[in-house]
């Protein structure tokens, strides 16, 4: 047996894993800056410090590395939507865990999310044009279906109660929509914990004036 000649592929792949992640990290920004069809793929292999043909190694086209950057974000940002076993054990303390992770990874990935909402990727349906793959509709249905779980956890909870259950995610996934493109049409990135706590607020108390306790 010899551990030299098994090292070897696995050193390829972490090479070959390192410059596909280099490759889209500079394909975010340059497309962020440039639009979609003013970019190069020369512009991109000059972000990422890299040969041209290094990225032509990867991707055959610009077309195949916008697909790319789009399935891998997007599954990026629903792993910070997922529960976590070390999440906490209250329905509104888990849901705000759960919306600070997402926030932090919008405030992360702005170039992304603008390039997403370019191609339409959030707003239900794709813009005319758009390279929006059948991974990436699997995944936006992957994200309808944890808003589900989410109201269905506080309707089992009695932390919510009284609309449709379809409704409820509607709802829920509109108000951090809401707020995603509002942080995307700032010059400056926002906050990621006001905007989770926000939308948590929005979501389980609405915006009707509260009334203090009678002590």
Known sequence: MNPDG???PRRRDEARALFRN???DAAE???AERGFHGARIQDIAERARIAVGTVYNHFEQK???LSALLEERTEGLLAQLR??????KGFEARLETRMKRLFA???QHRAFLAIASEQGLFAGAAAPGARVTPRNAQQ???FRRELRSIVDEGLASGDIEGLDAEDLARFLGGTMRAFVLSSLAQREAATASPQALA???LFLHGAARRRRRAR
Request: aromatic fraction near 8%.
């Open 6 to 8: 098994d090292r070897l």
């Open 29 to 31: 920004a340059v497309f």
């Open 63 to 65: 077309d195949d590395v």
């Open 22 to 24: 280099a490759i889209l």
């Open 105 to 107: 990874y919008v405030e």
């Open 140 to 142: 936006i249905e992957a």
């Open 83 to 88: 529960a976590r076993a070390e999440d906490p």
């Open 199 to 201: 939308t948590v607020d």
